[in-house]
């Protein structure tokens, strides 16, 4: 059984950003986590996003790890993950 090929959580984002410029969705998948009640929705796949507007550094002092997006498998739900949580990005196992 072949494993998937690895990028960088760097990598990732560099390239989810190239795709979001174009307009061109893409899938990922992490781990939720909800800082202000310290818990978990378990593992996440968004098969069709793009990148949008996050907050800025004023706005909250975990701006430079929340990542937002919105779900276009949803309707365009706009949300976040947290960056080091990213595990999967088009096919590819994110790790450090």
């Known amino acids: 059984m072949a494993s998937s090929?690895?990028?960088t959580p760097y990598q990732a984002i560099k390239r989810m950003r190239q795709l979001s410029d174009a307009g061109v969705p893409f899938s990922f998948g992490f781990?939720?986590?909800?800082s202000s009640k310290n818990s978990s929705n378990g593992y996440k796949e968004v098969p069709k996003a793009l990148f949008r507007l996050?907050?800025?550094n004023d706005q909250s002092d975990k701006a430079q790890l929340l990542v937002a997006y919105s779900d276009h498998s949803k309707g365009?739900?706009?949300r976040f993950?947290?960056?080091p949580l990213?595990?999967?990005f088009n096919g590819y196992t994110?790790?450090?």
């Open 5 to 7: 090929p690895t990028i």
């Open 94 to 96: 994110v790790k450090p």
């Open 81 to 83: 993950f947290y960056l």
């Open 54 to 56: 996050g907050l800025r």
């Open 76 to 78: 365009g739900v706009d």
């Open 31 to 34: 781990y939720s986590y909800n």
């Open 86 to 88: 990213l595990m999967m």
